[in-house]
């Protein structure tokens, strides 16, 4: 580290912006961030004077003297290490966004209660920023882009931000080089949820690679003769393992599983890794295992279950036939109800679950009781005009710190389904946060378990619970739990859907769309779906009109309400 002026200005600055966020004494802010100005600007180094000296240079008084001293003997300023200390580490991270300053950022967090940046890229994506004074529509447009770019710089992606990239300079490669085989391999082959490098498999030679590079303006990182890894302009690593025509299909199968996956692999099966196969599948026929597709190369017990019996046909994105969890602008959404369902009808989706937020949810204008009963009166009128066509009546009920639904069993009764879901007081023990899913599973009209651990990838990880524990839970109250697809959610874990199926339980691909694109993000869910060997008869959001009316029927009978 190397205290020059330009690092103590820096530490100046910083504290002027904090203390802003933290609403401190205007007067003191702005006296810190003069000085970070006054101090970048001096043509002399301030550690080459003799302490008395300091109190000397123009526009530097006392107190901003004596912590220039703190900071040349130490290299730390003391109030702002307090600072720092007090304040949560994404709101500090937030002063890196373009076109979001501090009073702004204070906003953020006293007012939204957000604290990461992949809270409030959500928020973005929700519109709800609109809702609170100074954020309009074209202030939110610019902080979401800020946002998205500041994502691409970190390294890691989620797989919607990186797909485009990979299918580009996959497309690129196989065009500009077209007598050599590319396979993408690795996390993106395997449909991951956070890709951390792009890989492929490639018969290319090094120098036809290099010369690519140079002119598309990828950054050679590293080489030797297994490998080269090259930086992409958008920040993504990109991993090349190269082969030959013989090898290639068996460099692919490797270089496409999961460490579990190929580890279960050498244990179990006797392979020539070294043999000349048409295909992976003569792979896996060779040792007489049922093929398995990329996306499923994840756990072992996947392994033990293709050595004896074929691996089913798992859900695809065709076999999704209603939007189950979308907000119109009765909330926080862009669209009409009617806009959303024309859509849906265009797409041939055959029905739509409106599910606008609860009166719990201020921030997102959630629906009081009397404009339910309105939005009501509404879904029965574009029903009779859309048929056959059918909007079904649901509502995103927040879980309170207690555990209710925030509205009364008359209310509730009123829904076709609801969707419980929890979005306040986020930060929980176990205890806690099993508590209030558990007694929000119990109440009878609870029909979907909304994103069940609130989890935004790349930006918070969600609160803690026992999976088997809310699983069993849902299974005993015959309660659906969702696959949120937002791409940053992806919530539940796929990792835990497996064990859901064993129990029974239904899971739901639902988008939480808050605008019309946003129904395409059923894709990501799918995507993730099929890592857990998801099927279609098994995913709610599948279900056809008449059977999806038979389940609710059949539910609420179960649960005895009406």
């Given at each position: ?15 002027s912006k904090l203390?802003?966020i ?7 802010t ?24 300091i ?7 006392d ?48 007012d ?7 809270e ?23 902080i ?39 396979q ?34 990828f ?5 030797n ?6 930086k ?11 082969s030959?025509e ?20 050498k ?9 000349n ?28 279950k293709?050595k ?94 207690d ?11 009123t829904f ?25 599973i ?10 069940m ?22 299974a ?6 969702e696959?949120?697809?937002h ?21 739901s ?38 059977q999806f ?13 009406s």
């Amino acid at each position: 580290m190397t205290i020059d002026n330009y690092f103590i200005a820096d530490q100046f600055s910083l504290l002027s912006k904090l203390m802003d966020i933290h609403g401190e004494n205007s007067f003191k802010t702005k006296s810190y961030s003069i000085a970070a100005f006054n101090i970048e600007k001096l043509p002399e180094q301030l550690t080459t004077l003799q302490h008395d000296k300091i109190f000397a240079v123009k526009g530097i008084g006392d107190a901003i003297g004596k912590k220039i001293i703190q900071i040349i003997e130490t290299g730390e300023l003391p109030l702002l290490k307090e600072y720092i200390q007090k304040t949560p580490p994404g709101l500090i991270e937030m002063l890196a966004i373009k076109n979001l300053g501090p009073k702004k950022i204070a906003i953020v967090w006293k007012d939204m209660g957000i604290e990461t940046i992949g809270e409030l890229l959500y928020a973005c994506n929700e519109n709800r920023l609109l809702l609170y004074k100074g954020f309009g529509e074209k202030t939110q447009k610019n902080i979401q882009e800020s946002i998205e770019f500041f994502f691409k710089n970190q390294g890691s992606y989620l797989y919607a931000e990186a797909e485009h990239t990979a299918k580009e300079i996959d497309q690129k490669l196989k065009e500009n080089l077209p007598t050599a085989k590319f396979q993408l391999a690795g996390e993106f082959r395997r449909q991951s949820e956070i890709i951390n490098k792009l890989e492929w498999v490639t018969t290319a030679k090094a120098e036809k690679l290099k010369d690519f590079f140079a002119g598309n303006g990828f950054a050679i990182d590293d080489e030797n003769e297994r490998n080269l890894t090259a930086k992409h302009s958008a920040g993504l690593k990109l991993l090349f393992h190269f082969s030959n025509e013989k090898s290639f299909y068996s460099d692919l199968f490797t270089n496409s599983g999961s460490d579990e996956f190929l580890h279960a692999w050498k244990e179990t099966a006797e392979w020539n890794d070294a043999g000349n196969f048409e295909s992976e599948e003569d792979i896996f026929s060779s040792v007489n295992i049922n093929f398995i597709p990329s996306f499923l190369r994840e756990k072992k017990s996947v392994l033990e279950k293709a050595k004896k019996e074929a691996i089913p046909s798992v859900i695809n994105e065709k076999d999704i036939r209603a939007i189950i969890h979308s907000h119109s602008n009765w909330s926080d959404g862009s669209n009409t109800v009617e806009e959303m369902a024309k859509h849906c009808i265009e797409k041939k989706i055959e029905y739509l679950v409106l599910s606008d937020h609860s009166k719990s949810a201020f921030y997102a204008n959630g629906l009081s009781e009397e404009r339910i009963k309105e939005q009501h009166h509404y879904i029965d009128e574009l029903n009779k005009k859309l048929a056959p066509f059918k909007i079904f009546k649901s509502i995103e009920s927040d879980i309170l710190n207690d555990g209710a639904l925030d509205y009364t069993d008359n209310i509730l009764s009123t829904f076709d389904l609801v969707i419980a879901s929890v979005h306040s007081n986020l930060k929980m023990t176990e205890d806690k946060a099993m508590m209030r899913l558990l007694k929000a599973i119990e109440n009878p009209y609870t029909t979907i378990l909304g994103h069940m651990t609130g989890r935004l990838l790349l930006s918070r990880p969600g609160f803690p619970v026992d999976h088997k524990k809310i699983i069993d839970a849902c299974a005993a109250n015959h309660v659906v739990i969702e696959l949120n697809a937002h791409p940053r959610r992806l919530d539940i874990d796929w990792r835990w859907i497996d064990y859901a199926l064993e129990k029974n339980v239904l899971i739901s691909i639902d988008p939480d769309a808050h605008a019309l694109q946003g129904y395409d993000d059923v894709k990501y869910g799918t995507l993730v779906a099929q890592k857990a060997g998801l099927t279609k008869e098994r995913n709610l959001s599948s279900f056809s009109l008449q059977q999806f009316e038979g389940f609710l029927a059949d539910r609420k009978k179960k649960k005895g309400i009406s």
